[in-house]
């Protein structure tokens, strides 16, 4: 009886998965990225005729499969781009009696309850595929059979040398930011998905890799704390945690940076490069937002954007609320580098990246788009609270802790000097 109902079912089965297999749902990723490409209207009409997006070659690259397409002329690789998030769902959606197999039926145990085990083969498999798109000229599908690492531990490995500084992991290797090159970024992200804990692990590289040429100017506000535990650092020349404390400190920063610049140009040099001056200064802040009202500091902001390459001083801008007021259009296009993580609208991630993107982002902690010419999805890796407290130890100013001033210029060469309350 239950081997009857049992083969009942199987026979059934391989009927469905006959039918299915010839006028249901795609059955390979090719095939369904064409039908989600023609689904969401994603061809050109030229002449009275449908022109779609052709699939050139296919190819295994590590961990997945790579399509290569043409575009038709008049459409735009950007539009596939934006689609990630419907091509991703598409290649996702699970289909009953899809993933089946009739030859898994040699498998059965009879001898044992063949119910679980039928139910086993039709049910579908979990799939978490993820995607990357490019344009060279081609446009480059590849598709991943297993999702990026949801977590990277830091490793000491991870630092790199001069300027250049980690960024996090994508699946061709480590991504690395060169502040040499790229002189400010923005960080972006929606509360709780690591941007304070990202630049933490930044001002640790800066402090581990430069220790004699990194000077930083570390601004906390919304009430954060994230660059407490470096305010007593040699490095650190500035640190300011109120709006008030950010005004003075930008209007500080902007002098030295002034008065560098005359430096420089009666020196007869173009830059500090030029110059042979291997100082260079950082103005980190936290939760930017709070001072995008105050138009003094954003226009120092974005002054420092501007002018602040010659000069070696390099900007941070991190905010947890991206819109036009929050990154004015005086600062974007002088900001060349993005690292954005997970934002909740399209709008936002426009604000920061100029495209839909970060909206899409899985909620993972660390998950991030590094954006220079082009998005790359990486995982910045967790540098936890100990290990930065054994990497900056070195580093502390003698007197211990009990000394620290909320914001304090204490090096003995400084022409320019701020002092605050004790903390
Ligand atoms: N790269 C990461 N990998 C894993 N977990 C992380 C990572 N960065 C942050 N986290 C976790 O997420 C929490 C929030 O991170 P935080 O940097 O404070 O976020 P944000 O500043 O964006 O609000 C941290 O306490 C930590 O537990
Ligand atoms: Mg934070």
């Not at 050109?44 to 043409?70: A, N």
């Not at 000229?137 to 500084?165: A, C, H």
């Not at 300011?240 to 008065?259: D, F, H, S």
Request: glycine share 8%; with cysteine.
């Amino acid at each position: 009886m239950i081997l009857e109902v049992g083969s009942t079912i199987v026979m059934a089965g391989i009927a469905g998965w006959a039918y299915l297999k010839q006028n249901g749902p795609a059955t390979n990723d090719a095939e369904k990225i064409q039908r989600i490409f023609a689904n969401t209207g994603m061809m050109v009409k030229e002449q009275g005729k449908t022109k779609t997006i052709r699939l050139q070659k296919k190819r295994t690259v590590e961990g997945g499969t790579e399509y290569v397409y043409q575009l038709p002329l008049g459409m735009s690789s950007k539009q596939v781009q934006e689609a990630k998030h419907v091509l991703e769902d598409g290649l996702n959606v699970r289909h009953e009696y899809l993933e089946f197999n009739p030859s898994d039926l040699k498998n059965i145990r009879w001898n044992e309850n063949v119910f679980p085990q039928i139910k086993q083969m039709i049910e579908p498999k979990k799939s978490k595929k993820e995607i990357d798109i490019d344009f060279d000229g081609m446009l480059k599908i590849r598709v991943y059979n297993e999702p990026l690492s949801d977590y990277l531990q830091w490793n000491d490995s991870y630092f790199s040398t001069g300027w250049r500084v980690p960024v996090g992991e994508n699946r061709k290797g480590f991504i690395y930011h060169d502040f040499a090159k790229t002189p400010h970024i923005i960080v972006a992200g929606t509360t709780g998905f690591g941007k304070s804990q990202y630049l933490k692990m930044l001002v640790t590289s800066l402090i581990t890799q430069q220790p004699n040429y990194v000077h930083l100017s570390l601004i906390d506000l919304k009430g954060g704390t994230a660059f407490q535990r470096f305010s007593n650092m040699q490095q650190v020349e500035y640190y300011g945690r109120n709006p008030v404390e950010a005004r003075q400190i930008l209007q500080t920063v902007q002098q030295n940076m002034n008065t560098m610049l005359e430096k420089i140009v009666e020196s007869g040099f173009e830059d500090t490069r030029e110059a042979g001056i291997k100082d260079r200064h950082f103005i980190i802040v936290d939760e930017a937002a709070d001072m995008a009202q105050d138009g003094i500091c954003m226009d120092i902001v974005a002054d420092i954007a501007r002018r602040g390459r010659g000069a070696g001083y390099h900007l941070i801008y991190c905010t947890q609320y991206p819109t036009n007021e929050t990154i004015p259009s005086q600062v974007r296009p002088n900001i060349g580098a993005r690292v954005c993580f997970k934002l909740k609208t399209n709008i936002q991630s426009r604000a920061v990246l100029d495209e839909g993107g970060a909206e899409d982002l899985p909620e993972i902690r660390g998950r991030a788009i590094y954006q220079l010419n082009k998005n790359i999805i990486v995982q910045t890796p967790y540098m936890t609270n100990d290990e930065i407290s054994d990497l900056i130890a070195p580093f502390m100013r003698k007197g211990g802790p009990h000394e620290q001033t909320i914001v304090s210029k204490t090096k003995s060469n400084r022409q320019h000097s701020l002092e605050f309350e004790e903390a």
